[in-house]
């Protein structure tokens, strides 16, 4: 991989959420943990009725994705980003509970990036739609929970060297901004 | 009269989803290499570097080009002259389906109901199926597998005839510029303009089916289309929306008669990932 590459590993430190800015981009090696639509209504009903979560978000990172399943011979099947807004009226409370890393893609709220500002969390993209490749990343997968949401369930998963850009960073710079005005016409 | 068994129709299905999610089209990689060489933005270059490296990864490993293998959408003319024997056509389609997501290793995206449970049926079934009689004795089976996240950044809006051609333009371009990065970039974008609401939808659906580097027979709708594609590239959204010149390859415009009244569009958004495959029989 480049050299242009910053190179962090999971859990997150503040220090490293404070290092890393919109447009940076960034090779993550380390556990990340799998979640979207469905998984993220059971965190806030966890939260609501006063229950741990299936497991300690403190200092993690959340991928938004839910994988093909895999072939025999391989870790993972295809795995690419879903799109993050849908998560957005669930993340605060996560954010609020130790979160520092989303891995999606496309717009977040403004209530989420106040929320990540507020707790030095930090948003970042994959390329949608390049699931075969970043597949090649995931070196070790584990169920942790809600194994009958087949594809939506929680999964830990090992990666190395995953390929992501910073979208949002910790002072609330916004790539998905600050990018498309520079070749606005 | 030809008779035509439905198993025939079931394998056909089945062997065309699972393509169409392995491999991507040829005019599909034509349209992303020149993007290529038109994008200035290096961050854009390196997403559509990235893409094409993907794709090749899933046409060799024969894996799914993205994880969300879509929702399984077919549209099938079916000659008139055909006698279709053996069991139930619409049980034959949606078993090739169920054949090609299970054993095909293809992600099963499909909830039974749509509010309430939101139970997965764990086959990708049931499949949307559009049926025309055609003249013929041939089946003409056209597939695509439509992922979700451009399915929700799509819209549609009955305009007023006096809103006219600038009313339509307008409303293409607002709805590709505020799904910005959503809907995975470059895109193919499905415009279809008249009809009732459903034709309109419909018209859009088909839109996004036609092959890259196609334009609508009817000049002024093709000048449309150039016209809408360099306003939608003057967006600045990019490849994976990190800003660029690529925002999309190709917008395909359908149109239909509509009423006196009305003026309906419809805009249907498919990420750069288009699947779509087709057969005759």
Do not use: W
């Given at each position: 991989m480049s050299k242009d590459y910053k190179r962090i590993t999971t859990p997150l430190t503040d220090e490293v959420v404070s290092s890393l800015k919109a447009g940076d981009k960034v090779l993550i090696t380390g556990d990340i943990y799998t979640s979207r639509d469905a998984a993220h209504k059971r965190f806030i009903s966890c939260i609501n009725e006063g229950k741990d979560l299936?497991?300690?978000?403190?200092g993690e990172v959340i991928f938004y994705v839910g994988p093909a399943p895999a072939k025999?011979?391989?870790?993972?099947g295809s795995a690419g980003p879903t799109t993050s807004g849908r998560m957005d009226s669930l993340t605060p409370p996560l954010l609020d509970r130790g979160l520092k890393g989303m891995i999606g893609k496309g717009l977040r709220s403004q209530e989420v990036i106040e929320s990540m500002k507020k707790n030095n969390a930090v948003y970042f993209a994959a390329t949608g739609g390049t699931a075969a490749l970043i597949?090649?990343?995931?070196?070790k997968m584990e169920m942790i929970a809600y194994?009958?949401?087949?594809?939506?369930a929680i999964r830990k998963m090992s990666v190395e060297e995953f390929p992501v850009t910073v979208v949002i960073d910790s002072e609330g710079n916004n790539l998905y901004a600050i990018g498309p005005a520079k070749y606005k016409i | 009269m030809r008779e035509i068994n439905t198993e025939e129709i079931r394998k056909t299905v089945k062997d065309l989803f699972i393509k169409i999610n392995y491999e991507i089209g040829s005019d599909i990689l034509v349209g992303l290499k020149q993007g290529l060489e038109t994008e200035e933005s290096e961050t854009g270059r390196a997403v559509l570097e990235q893409i094409l490296k993907n794709n090749k990864i899933a046409a060799e490993e024969q894996?799914?080009?993205?994880?969300?293998?879509?929702l399984s959408i077919i549209f099938v003319k079916l000659g008139q002259d055909v006698h279709l024997t053996g069991g139930d056509f619409n049980e034959a389609i949606n078993q090739g389906v169920r054949e090609a997501y299970v054993e095909g290793y293809l992600?099963?995206?499909?909830?039974?109901?749509?509010?309430?449970?939101?139970?997965?049926?764990?086959?990708?079934?049931p499949a949307i199926v559009h049926l025309q009689i055609v003249p013929g004795d041939k089946i003409h089976i056209e597939v695509t597998a439509k992922g979700g996240g451009s399915e929700n950044m799509s819209a549609m809006k009955v305009l007023t005839p006096a809103q006219g051609e600038q009313g339509v333009r307008d409303f293409v371009v607002d709805t590709v510029e505020s799904a910005g990065p959503n809907p995975c970039p470059p895109l193919i974008v499905g415009v279809g303009i008249g009809g009732t609401i459903e034709k309109c939808a419909l018209l859009s659906k088909k839109a996004?089916?036609?092959?890259?580097?196609e334009h609508n027979p009817d000049p002024r709708y093709s000048q449309l289309e150039r016209d809408l594609l360099d306003e939608i590239n003057k967006l600045g959204i990019g490849p994976g929306g990190f800003?660029?010149?690529?925002?999309?390859?190709a917008v395909n415009v359908e149109y239909f008669p509509a009423h006196i009244a009305s003026l309906p569009v419809a805009v249907n958004i498919c990420c750069h990932a288009a699947r779509h495959g087709e057969a005759v029989i």
């Amino acid at each position: 991989m480049s050299k242009d590459y910053k190179r962090i590993t999971t859990p997150l430190t503040d220090e490293v959420v404070s290092s890393l800015k919109a447009g940076d981009k960034v090779l993550i090696t380390g556990d990340i943990y799998t979640s979207r639509d469905a998984a993220h209504k059971r965190f806030i009903s966890c939260i609501n009725e006063g229950k741990d979560l299936p497991f300690d978000i403190k200092g993690e990172v959340i991928f938004y994705v839910g994988p093909a399943p895999a072939k025999p011979g391989y870790v993972s099947g295809s795995a690419g980003p879903t799109t993050s807004g849908r998560m957005d009226s669930l993340t605060p409370p996560l954010l609020d509970r130790g979160l520092k890393g989303m891995i999606g893609k496309g717009l977040r709220s403004q209530e989420v990036i106040e929320s990540m500002k507020k707790n030095n969390a930090v948003y970042f993209a994959a390329t949608g739609g390049t699931a075969a490749l970043i597949a090649k990343s995931i070196k070790k997968m584990e169920m942790i929970a809600y194994e009958d949401l087949g594809t939506e369930a929680i999964r830990k998963m090992s990666v190395e060297e995953f390929p992501v850009t910073v979208v949002i960073d910790s002072e609330g710079n916004n790539l998905y901004a600050i990018g498309p005005a520079k070749y606005k016409i | 009269m030809r008779e035509i068994n439905t198993e025939e129709i079931r394998k056909t299905v089945k062997d065309l989803f699972i393509k169409i999610n392995y491999e991507i089209g040829s005019d599909i990689l034509v349209g992303l290499k020149q993007g290529l060489e038109t994008e200035e933005s290096e961050t854009g270059r390196a997403v559509l570097e990235q893409i094409l490296k993907n794709n090749k990864i899933a046409a060799e490993e024969q894996i799914a080009i993205c994880q969300d293998t879509g929702l399984s959408i077919i549209f099938v003319k079916l000659g008139q002259d055909v006698h279709l024997t053996g069991g139930d056509f619409n049980e034959a389609i949606n078993q090739g389906v169920r054949e090609a997501y299970v054993e095909g290793y293809l992600r099963k995206s499909v909830v039974d109901d749509p509010i309430f449970e939101r139970k997965n049926t764990k086959d990708n079934t049931p499949a949307i199926v559009h049926l025309q009689i055609v003249p013929g004795d041939k089946i003409h089976i056209e597939v695509t597998a439509k992922g979700g996240g451009s399915e929700n950044m799509s819209a549609m809006k009955v305009l007023t005839p006096a809103q006219g051609e600038q009313g339509v333009r307008d409303f293409v371009v607002d709805t590709v510029e505020s799904a910005g990065p959503n809907p995975c970039p470059p895109l193919i974008v499905g415009v279809g303009i008249g009809g009732t609401i459903e034709k309109c939808a419909l018209l859009s659906k088909k839109a996004t089916l036609r092959k890259l580097g196609e334009h609508n027979p009817d000049p002024r709708y093709s000048q449309l289309e150039r016209d809408l594609l360099d306003e939608i590239n003057k967006l600045g959204i990019g490849p994976g929306g990190f800003g660029g010149r690529v925002t999309a390859m190709a917008v395909n415009v359908e149109y239909f008669p509509a009423h006196i009244a009305s003026l309906p569009v419809a805009v249907n958004i498919c990420c750069h990932a288009a699947r779509h495959g087709e057969a005759v029989i």
